[in-house]
């Protein structure tokens, strides 16, 4: 079974500021790790995903996530905040394998931009 | 190129009613899943249909039923409803192939569900 855990409910940055939003995903074969943004009154939409070819995965939107083994890591990060950023971002992790798969998502990291 | 669409995106019901949501999947998907989202929660995996079969089911009573037609559009059936399913309903598609993992999935906007 393949789980994800998001440290931090809520995640408050000022515009410019660095964003940097955590994830520790456990799994007992090789995962996939995605990141979906969800704004208000959407659906999920994907920020980026990692399938075992780069470790660094760049995003849309300016976002990237580093695919860390030895930590069982997988944090967004940004270096520059923008107010349009504000949303609900999550996790999420499949094994890979093939045929189907079926993510597994965290609760949520909220993230705030303040002016 | 249409993406993921629900229908509806309200309802109200009231306890012991049931409900059913649609879903067409982006063009070219064949699969697609439905997740429940409460409030400040992750979505949660309810099942997937491919080839108008139930392929994988998370862990939901049978009061949740589903159905995939032909043209992979699916619906939602939730019989007896109790108050803890008021919910945001996420349909997602996706494309499988044989083989490996194709991709993300893409997700509609969602029918939010409110029981009363």
């Known amino acids: 079974a393949q789980s994800v855990t998001q440290l931090g409910s809520h995640v408050s940055v000022s515009e410019g500021a660095l964003v940097l939003l955590r994830c520790n995903y456990s799994?007992?074969?090789?995962?996939?790790l995605f990141w979906y943004v969800q704004y208000p009154n959407q659906g999920l939409q994907l920020l980026l995903k990692?399938?075992?070819?780069?470790?660094l995965v760049k995003g849309i939107n300016g976002f990237e996530a580093e695919f860390k083994k030895s930590e069982t890591s997988f944090h967004l990060t940004k270096p520059s905040a923008h107010m349009s950023d504000a949303a609900e971002y999550f996790c999420a992790v499949s094994l890979q394998g093939g045929g189907s798969y079926i993510p597994t998502f965290g609760r949520g990291t909220s993230l705030i931009v303040h002016p | 190129d249409a993406g993921v669409t629900q229908s509806p995106t309200h309802l109200i019901k009231t306890r012991g009613q049931q409900v059913t949501l649609r879903c067409s999947p982006k063009?070219?998907?064949?699969?697609v899943s439905w997740y429940q989202q409460a409030l400040g929660q992750g979505p949660q995996f309810i099942f997937q249909?491919?080839?108008?079969?139930?392929?994988q089911r998370g862990n939901f009573p049978d009061r949740f039923s589903g159905h995939q037609f032909p043209n992979y559009s699916s619906e939602l059936n939730v019989n007896a409803l109790l108050l803890g399913d008021s919910a945001l309903y996420l349909c997602?598609?996706?494309?499988?192939?044989?083989?490996?993992?194709?991709?993300?999935?893409?997700f509609g906007e969602g029918s939010r569900l409110t029981v009363l």
């Open positions: 249909y491919y080839e108008e079969e139930e392929r």
């Open positions: 799994s007992s074969v090789p995962p996939y």
């Open positions: 063009s070219g998907h064949d699969t």
């Open positions: 997602a598609s996706s494309l499988i192939s044989r083989g490996g993992v194709t991709g993300e999935l893409f």
């Open positions: 990692y399938t075992s070819a780069a470790t």
